[in-house]
């Protein structure tokens, strides 16, 4: 006799990525969603989200529950925390992490979910809120072929690309560590390259069209180039990835790197460079303006005059 109960998703963090993450597994599954912030629940049932009052009702009774969490604290905390889900999970859900945490985090939740016979999916994802939404992700997975077999109906609803990097949660967050050192250091070097245009009398858009078309060009540059050009426009950039993310994520690689033995100086100079955005109250702002930390606008203080 098969179940034909319907295949229920508890969406733990309706953030930039969670919402869409939401609204594009709805389309295909019963959702559940909840956010501790008011204002997102409200903007997540507006979408159409069943949301719930805590995390703990909407995670009851789910087959899977995705946790779009910011970090390991966090993860740890929305799991096992005071009003953590881990306890209501029924046996043999499954938990999908689909934020970048590192390694030691993943390895030990799922450890301790394993002893509740809950598996864990360490599956970081790469594309942004607009592919979110579609369900254009490229999503990397650390996971048993079981685990993965469960969570199948919101991989397959998110991702456009699945990557199998291994059979053991915490070898996507590996993948992902360094795919962050090379995303962190291809946006301060796109910030460095366009700030040194300006100062050179250059174009900073016709450069940048330029440079996107020869061997220079770069995703990060293509993608984040635009929104530089926007830093210092009122209001700046639209916020599609907080500078404050690049400055956990940098962290996770040059914690990682340095608990292997292995130098990494590009990746400490650009995590110095988002620190320093962080320290002057750009954590908040879209990653892009770390170009303002390279080169930064005059202010009234300084008379208003430009140093580029």
Known sequence: MTDSRPYTVAVLGLGAMGLPMATRLAEGLVVHGFDVSTERSRLAAEAGIRTSATAQEAARDAEAVLLVVRNGQQLREVLFGEGGVAGVLA???????????????????????????????DAPLSGGPVRAGRGDLLVVVGASPSAR?????????????????GDEPGQGQAFKTVNQLLCGVH?????????????LGLDRAATLETLAAGAAGSFMLANRGPRMLQADEPGGAEVLSRLDIFVKDMGIVTTAARAVGLPTPLAAA?????????????GA?????VIAVVSPRPTPADGGRDPR
């Open 285 to 289: 702002a879209d990653d892009s303006t």
């Open 91 to 121: 046996p043999g859900a499954v938990v999908v992490v689909a934020s970048t945490v590192g390694v030691d985090d993943v390895v030990d939740v799922a450890r301790r979910l394993q002893e509740l016979d809950v598996q864990l999916v």
């Open 149 to 165: 077999a469960k969570a199948g109906p919101v991989l397959d609803l998110l991702a456009s690309t699945v990557s199998v990097i």
């Open 187 to 199: 946006i301060a070097a796109a910030a460095e390259a366009l700030a040194l245009a300006e100062r």
């Open 270 to 282: 650009a995590e110095q460079l988002y620190l320093l955005g962080a320290a002057q109250g750009l």
